[in-house]
């Protein structure tokens, strides 16, 4: 299967929180889940956690049907070779959501970057690493709306930053996290 990169992508609004509605949208649109559904599960998940529910990165940069090199496609358009599976997500206290999510051998840029352009009123922070290779990216959009800043790095203090970010508050192994 390759290895994988352990993601995490927050959307927040500048200021206040992401209005209800627009939550239910964007989650929708990622799971693939009717908004009222999706909201109802992160509500009713373990509070400070969230709900774990199917991400589809072709909701957000769709896959046409027919291709004869689906991988190769991925790769250039998802910047990961396979969907994510599942993903865990939470609306935190000040309104914003946070998703983490798990990818094959690289991150989800062309995702990431279609996010920053289908939401430019919300600010997006995401960060993500591969301990296997010392490899981390963070991306972040704080200029125009909608343009997202890309770094990544190979580097074990860039891994640290990036897992602190993606498991924020657990111990170095952490053995407190649930899995689906």
């Not at 790769?75 to 983490?100: P, Q, V």
């Not at 301990?131 to 640290?160: H, I, L, Q, R």
Request: glycine share 10%; aromatic share 8%; with cysteine.
């Amino acid at each position: 299967m390759g290895n994988l990169v352990t993601n995490r992508i927050h959307l927040r609004a500048e200021v206040g929180g992401i209005p209800e509605a627009r939550i239910g949208e964007i989650v929708s649109a990622l799971s693939g889940v009717p908004a009222d559904e999706a909201l109802t599960k992160i509500r009713n998940g373990k509070k400070d956690y969230g709900a774990w529910m199917p991400i589809k990165l072709a909701g957000i940069v769709p896959q046409p049907e027919s291709l004869a090199a689906p991988v190769a496609w991925r790769e250039e358009n998802w910047g990961t070779r396979a969907h994510a599976e599942d993903g865990l997500y939470l609306i935190t206290d000040s309104g914003a959501i946070s998703l983490r999510f798990d990818t094959v051998n690289a991150s989800p840029s062309g995702v990431i970057e279609a996010l920053g352009a289908a939401f430019p009123e919300l600010q997006l922070e995401a960060k993500g690493y591969d301990e296997d290779t010392d490899y981390a990216f963070s991306a972040m959009s704080d200029g125009a709306p909608g343009e997202v800043e890309w770094m990544e790095e190979c580097d074990p203090d860039a891994v640290k930053d990036a897992r602190d970010f993606v498991y924020p508050g657990l111990n170095e192994t952490h053995d407190e996290e649930i899995e689906p």
